[in-house]
């Protein structure tokens, strides 16, 4: 690495790549994170949201929350908010918002959405559940919005605590292949790093980059997606100690960057390896 790419304590990820898996609000707040630490961010949204099979009852469910019809809104995915903007949704002052992580009410704040509950240590649906069930002994009205491919586990504890649930579809999960030269850059090391934040970002990272080399830095936001990469196959050297980005980012730094090619470079040689 040349002196003018040295990292310093203030710049950790001077001279890194990292590939950041979504766009929008949320990528660019991301990109901005990775630029002050001196990395070089590359945004190439690897999943996105198709609608529900089922409009009519998202539409609906999406009405009822204007009209004040809820007393909680529980939003379990950056993708929910993607969803609830699209719609130009309306959340009444009574209604309550609760996000499962800090990742979740970052993107909810971006969108200039309020967020009134993040669960303090469990970031999950079950610690969703278990904070929000803490908080209302009585009976409450509850819509839930989820992917199509997600477990209904928050409704039905919610729903065994007595609590009056409408469960709505919001979205579908679909993947978004990344371009060529994307897909070489990772394939060759350029890209040191991937932040994986989902379950189904994971899933695409071992689907389109099946040929990660040793160098390439994994890290996942939080132990639940450490264990959904896991499952989807690809091998985790990192988990943010918080469901944070800037948990997640402090992670990689631990790192030394793996080589220091120019980043237009032909790949030469091999790649040092990270053990692992």
């Given at each position: ?165 409408r469960s709505v579809i919001a979205y579908r999960t679909v993947g978004v292949p990344v371009t060529d030269r994307i897909a070489a850059d990772v394939e ?89």
């Open positions: 690495m040349n002196a003018a790419a040295k990292p310093t304590p203030e710049k950790p990820l001077t001279g890194w790549r990292v590939l950041v898996p979504r766009g929008g609000p949320w990528g660019d707040s991301v990109a901005a994170t990775l630029r002050r630490q001196g990395a070089t961010p590359v945004v190439a949204p690897l999943i996105n949201f198709a609608p529900t099979n089922d409009l009519d009852t998202l539409e609906k469910a999406l009405t009822d929350l204007a009209e004040g019809v809820f007393d909680w809104l529980t939003v379990t995915s950056a993708t929910t908010v993607d969803v609830l903007y699209a719609y130009r949704a309306m959340i009444p002052a009574k209604t309550k918002v609760a996000a499962v992580g800090e990742t979740t009410a970052a993107a909810l704040q971006a969108m200039g959405f309020r967020v009134d509950l993040v669960p303090d240590t469990d970031n999950s649906a079950a610690g969703m559940a278990e904070q929000m069930i803490a908080l209302e002994p009585e009976p409450r009205d509850v819509l839930t919005l989820r992917s199509e491919i997600a477990k209904p586990l928050l409704t039905r504890r919610l729903e065994a605590a007595g609590h009056r649930v060759s090391g350029r890209i040191n790093a991937i932040l994986v934040t989902s379950g189904s970002v994971a899933e695409q990272v071992n689907l389109q980059f099946p040929d990660l080399p040793a160098s390439t830095v994994i890290a996942a936001i939080g132990p639940r997606t450490a264990k959904d990469a896991r499952r989807a196959g690809l091998s985790v050297d990192v988990v943010a100690e918080t469901q944070t980005v800037d948990a997640l980012i402090t992670a990689v730094a631990q790192f030394s960057l793996p080589h220091a090619a120019d980043e237009f470079a032909p790949p030469t040689g091999m790649l040092p390896r990270i053990e692992r």
